[in-house]
């Protein structure tokens, strides 16, 4: 932990300076995004919510993701990832949400690789939605790929919150 303990004060500090308010969709990364900030003091204030959803049923259930685009793109696809973290940020105070789905290993799944990881980041910037996905591959055991796609999903939001406060990401 104390390898990256560092970068989590600098993420958080960055969210707790522009009075942003996260919540999170993990469905491979099974909570660790939403772990790993908590583990920062004072961090519960940056908080709002933090969904583990693994199955597609409760991917629809939970975070409204249609069942057309499971079918459509599949279950680690960028479009799944954008549908959570829109069903994450939608209704309630949060004005950041971050979702993963993906393949954390050991083993392939329908064809796609261990360590292949689908990213959405939704930003509520004034009166719209800035969104941006990813894709990216890690290597390691399970857990090394949860925590490497967890750390670089919170890396990257805030150099994807100033392309959202440009104007770009609509």
Not at 54 to 82: C, F, M, W
Request: aromatic letters at 8%.
């Amino acid at each position: 932990m104390d390898d990256y303990q560092s970068e989590l004060v600098r993420i958080t500090e960055y969210i707790r300076q522009n009075s942003l308010l996260l919540s999170t969709a993990e469905s491979c990364t099974a909570g660790q995004m939403i772990s790993l900030v908590a583990s920062v003091p004072g961090a519960g204030q940056l908080l709002e919510s933090g969904y583990v959803v693994y199955s597609p049923e409760a991917k629809q259930r939970i975070l409204h993701v249609e069942a057309d685009t499971i079918n459509q793109y599949g279950l680690t696809s960028e479009q799944v990832a954008g549908e959570m973290a829109y069903g994450a940020l939608k209704g309630g105070p949060a004005t950041v949400a971050i979702a993963t789905t993906g393949v954390a290993g050991p083993d392939a799944i329908e064809g796609i690789a261990p360590g292949t990881i689908c990213f959405a980041w939704l930003f509520a910037v004034k009166d719209r939605y800035a969104s941006f996905t990813g894709t990216r591959h890690f290597e390691g055991d399970r857990l090394e790929v949860q925590i490497a796609a967890s750390l670089y999903a919170l890396e990257q939001l805030q150099p994807l919150h100033s392309k959202a406060l440009r104007g770009e990401g609509l």
